[in-house]
């Protein structure tokens, strides 16, 4: 909990960008990261539960999802493509899982986030308050620019997906993971590729080049993981997420 | 500011700050069932329904809540009788200690609501969230099936043990058949194997439920957090940044002035006395090489200072103004290193005695020996050396440390606290506080696990301290980065085995050299390293036999008592190595292990010589030998379970449709202590009441274990009554019998002997006076049941109308019962444990399919809570070989000091468990028992190796098997292949 002196839980989102205008303001969506940390630090929360940025809906080409949609709600909505729905379930466990956000995970943009890394290969945009909406890719570079709140990410439901991961143990956050999708052949025939992000290669996961995957990556080792260990298997799992589309 | 939500169907409004959480703030309104496992939300042990979500408390802001729903356990709590799921719960034994009993009961009601009918794998992923270091997850899974089909209206089968027959004569092996199947059950029931040498009982035996389930079941107020004292001050430690250090300066100047402070203590102000912080009897094992507070700090975590303010917020803020100044020490964590001439040396102090070279930081110097070994290896047909290194892992009790002092009525400072040894922790806070023993109170509520961490007087000399400072109630709990860093772990070691083998396969000499770690400090560093080499060198025949280990000081945080306490690092390097000489020599590892494993009437040889008093060099005119053993039913049971024979078969080995996967089943043999002989004691007092029933007082601490409920089972088993007349009450020092404390796995035979033998004089006195009313001659032909006292010809009295005469009659006396056991003997259990594991050899990724340990521990009193001990102990101890492990930077600060970083199992994730329990009459114990608690700690992390080598060939001898590790050793082994 990082000790907050003030709270505020404005009605619209025009509330919320004019609170967090000031300085020492933080959103607050789900709280399990921003109120899981301890460190003392004299902040203001501004809690977006009340802008009614939930919600999952289609408009029959792109699939939105609300910035406050739980991530239990997204692993429960029959809207979600079956393999998104088991990342996301697979993102927390389940009492974290009913109070995490999409947006706080896009937020996070955790380097280890498999479900953040489903959402760039489904061509995800995120869409914003206060700022244009961006790729969510250009978003994981630069971060959420300042003034803004994220309302919702769209993405493009079509096509299935897969996970290769490594972790310690079946439930571990992935040492590295490679998340691979493919759209269906169109009526031409014509296979549009497959596009593919990897997670623990770099701080935020990254889009690569299925046929190069590791290529122009330096990931950082830790106790999980040596770097070339990293790229080791970034090869490996990148591979058979491909195999497994086939 | 004021926030309003719905608390269990009541709109409640209440007064928070902006930083309280949603937990606290339920806990402050008498929701008691939500606990504190740590403040990310991980643990689960504050998880309520929220809006009929299961959510981790922890991770709310308590302004956040406004305008919800919130439900806890205590909604279900309107009358004495508990809902279905609670009932489902405790009928399959599914709490332990029980400290997330609410979260589990609330999942389970959001599950069961939204469908009635889940399977397996949608009821792990509700428990996902709620880390159970206890269980293993197997009967709380259990409990949800039982609870569904009660909710739809069935009504499930008593829960009990499965009865099989036995596979073996119980002497000899039998032949191995592939195809008998293993008996088909739910995980959760333990096979039960029983032996015709134990009688039947009534009690004794039985799947009871456990004494305290109800206060589980509805969260009430039980830990030593659920109380609340007026004027109770908050306490937050200031520990040290870096490993090695010496406090030059300390200015507690702005801290002390900070308004709402009313203490800074630190090594200035607090008295230096010196002592052992390990819970063990008296005398403590030398050096006492630790004090309160120091002016020098030996690992990051280190005790540097202490507050107690009105606030934990106002004790944070000020444990931010103390001004430290320190003179950074050179440092040394790798065990290898610490003896060198490079390394500082870490205790320079001139008032601590005992250390064996404080020069070179070793402690103390083991040696033990029978035999010959020299002469042994150098005989030897075939000689084999290997080296292997265990690593820190931490007992990760989900309740955390926490104490709470205060000075009483009559100024004698009461401590309430969660500890594992109340008794050893009384006499050893004494003389830091200055006061006499006479003079403090140690109480032990309900325990939310231990596991070895709580075996140890750790934070109850800092509360005490500040009760006697302030004269104010004083709590202290620690946060979850400080019980990684300033509580206690496991010993990593480096083992060294040589061993000589004769012709006929036979052992010749076993040669065991460790160096064994105990970070900065003494405490359990020699106890732990003579188990290890008692352990190591117990189990198998040798006429010569060889211990020499230097226990060593290094700046890692420091190692204490883990559940197992030196075995499983003991363990794991015994079966390991004793596997690849059987490679070596080309035959069955089974084979060769039998052909050398101890049997009924071997002697016990090396134990005289490795006592937790010290090392007895000469030789004895006798050896305590083995009684009782039921080894080869556990292998041939622990075979079938596992079919063995599939790890043969190289179609199975290697998968073809999945040809990055290796396949591999492994065995290890275990063999363990009971309790430690002539020393460990236990006591037990029983008295009787009006109505038949009796208050049961032991000196015994039940951490979850059902060492309550056993002691029951016990007492109710002697004097003929059910269970349930048998009120227990453990571990307060003003007011239970003396019992040294829960470990060692001592507490069902000797508390349990110690209560056997309490009721017995109880029985003798209830015969007296029922012969007295039945106008019998000879009260010895009396015989207690069904809560009546029988005559041979068949007239009774009743327990009631005995109490009733005894206490308001005639003759009246108060009939009790009181006695104490220590043992001579220690009694091991064994077992076979069995793993099968799946490695990928692209990615060196390890997923264990399934676990198999048949245990032989005598008789269990109560199957199902002795299953809960194995399954949960074998899952502990899969995290050991698995995925467990502290890691730090190059200073010495962990880096993974949280869960998720620091991997423990959850429930979606637990591979299959099955658990054999079979019996054998072992005389010296309480109606046939021996010990359960900690022999399931030892198996898995050899059997888990010795899988990955069946599946690949390749010997990996450090632990855990982490996917890196695994890599780099397939890579070593086979460049090509990775």
Redesign the interface.
Known sequence: MPLPVAYHRPDTVEQALSLLSHPNRIPLGGGTVLNADREPSELEVVDLQALSLAGIETDGVRLRIGAATTLEAAATSDRVPAWLRSIARAEAPSTLRTLATIGGVIAGGCGNSVLLAALLVSDAEVELAGAPDQPLEALLAHGVPPGSIITAVTIDPKGEGVVARTGRTPTDVPIVAAVARTLPEDPSGRNPGTSMALTGMADTPVLVDPGKPTAGLAPKGDFRGSAAYRLKLAAVLSTRAIKALL | ?NVTFELNGRSVTTQVN??D?LRDVLRRLGMLSVKYGS????T?AA?VL?DG????A????A??A?GHRVVTVEALNTERQLHPIQLAFTAVGAFQSGYSAG?MIL?TMALLEANPDPSDAEIR??????LDRETAYVKPVEAVRRAAAMLRGRQPEAFGPLIIEPLTDGVHACEYDPDDEPPNAPHAVPRLIPSRDVPEMAVVGKPEIKVDAVRLAKGNPAFTDDIDLRGMLHAKLLTSPHAHARIVNIDDTKAVALPGVHAVLHHRNVARVKYASGGQSWPNPHPYDQVSFDDKVRHVGDRVAVVAAETI?IA??AV?LIDVTYEVLSAVFDERLATGPDAPKIHDETDTEGIFDADRNIVHQIQAQRGDVDAGLAGAQHVFEQTFRVHQVQQCPIEPHISIAWLDSDERMVIRTATQVPFHTRRMVAPLLGMDIKDIRVVKPRIGGGFGAKQEMLIEDIVGHLAIATRRPVRLEL?RTEEFVSSRTRHPQTITFRTGVDHDFKLVAQDMHVIGNTGPYGTHGQTVQTVTGLRGLSQYVSPNKRFFCDVVYTNIPVPGAYRGYGAPQAEFALEAHLTDVARELGIDEIEFKRNNWVRAGSEMDIAPHLGERGVVEDELDEYPKIASEGIEECVAQAMREIRWHRRDDPDWVSPPHRPHIRRGIGFAFCMHGTAIPFLDMGGCSIKLNDDGSFNMLVGATDLGTGADTVLGQIAAEVLGVPLDDIKVYSSDTDLTPFDTGAYASSTTYISGTAAMRAAENVRKRLKERAAMLLGIDEPCTIELRDRRAYAPDGRSVSHNEIALDSLHMQDQEQIMGTSSFVSPECPPPFAAQMAEIEV?I????V?VVKLVMAVDCGVAINPITASGQVEGGMLQALGYA??E?Y?YDKQGKM??ASF?PY?I??A??VPEMVVYLVQTMEDSGPFGAKAVAEIPKDGVAPAVRNAILNATGVAINDI?F???RV??ALRSHDPDR?
């Open positions: 500011m902006p930083s959480n403040s990310s939300g991980e689960g998880a929220f979500r299961l959510a981790s922890d991770v709310i802001l302004a956040s406004d979260a999942g992923d509700m428990l996902s969230g709620i917020e944070e803020q931010s946060t990928d692209e990615t060196g990724q997923t698995h995925c492990e890691a880096l993974n998720g991997k199992y959850r979606d994730e855990p982490t996917p890196e890599w780099t990775c």
